[in-house]
């Protein structure tokens, strides 16, 4: 799935991360993961992940009584175009405004402004995109 075709849903991006945390699980690795955030129904959890296969996001291996269910996409493809769709349409694509206004609703911490100083040198050097 190219990455420009991702739009997962906000269920369907709660799935995806507990499988980029966890690695393969069965589906109800999957929904005890979640129920530990919010109650949800296991049924539901399972027909998310069938549509999730159905739409390319996930992968299932049938190869075992139990199916066993992994990421399709990749963690960063996904955030890098959920982040490019939001900039555009929230920010009009101003990198600078989303960042000012990150950092302005929320004190960074001391090692979090170390990052963002480190990120910094390394785009002006030319060694980070």
């Known amino acids: 799935m190219k990455a420009d075709q991702l739009k997962p849903t906000e269920a369907e991006l709660e799935i995806l991360q507990a499988l980029w945390e966890k690695g393969p ?6 929904h005890e993961h979640l129920c530990r955030r919010k109650e949800t129904g ?10 999730m296969t ?4 996930l992968k299932r291996d049938e190869t075992q009584r139990t199916h066993v269910y ?3 996409v990749e ?43 480190q990120l910094i040198d390394q785009i002006e050097k030319g060694g980070a995109q």
């Open 42 to 51: 296991y049924t539901t959890t399972l027909k998310i992940m069938q549509i």
């Open 25 to 30: 699980c069965t589906v109800r690795q999957v």
């Open 75 to 117: 963690e960063k493809d996904v955030k890098r175009q959920l982040l490019d769709r939001f900039l555009e349409t929230v920010f009009g694509g101003s990198a600078t405004a989303l960042v000012m206004h990150a950092l302005g609703n929320k004190q960074p911490s001391l090692e979090e402004l170390q990052q963002i100083r």
């Open 70 to 72: 992994h990421a399709n």
């Open 54 to 57: 159905e739409k390319g996001l």
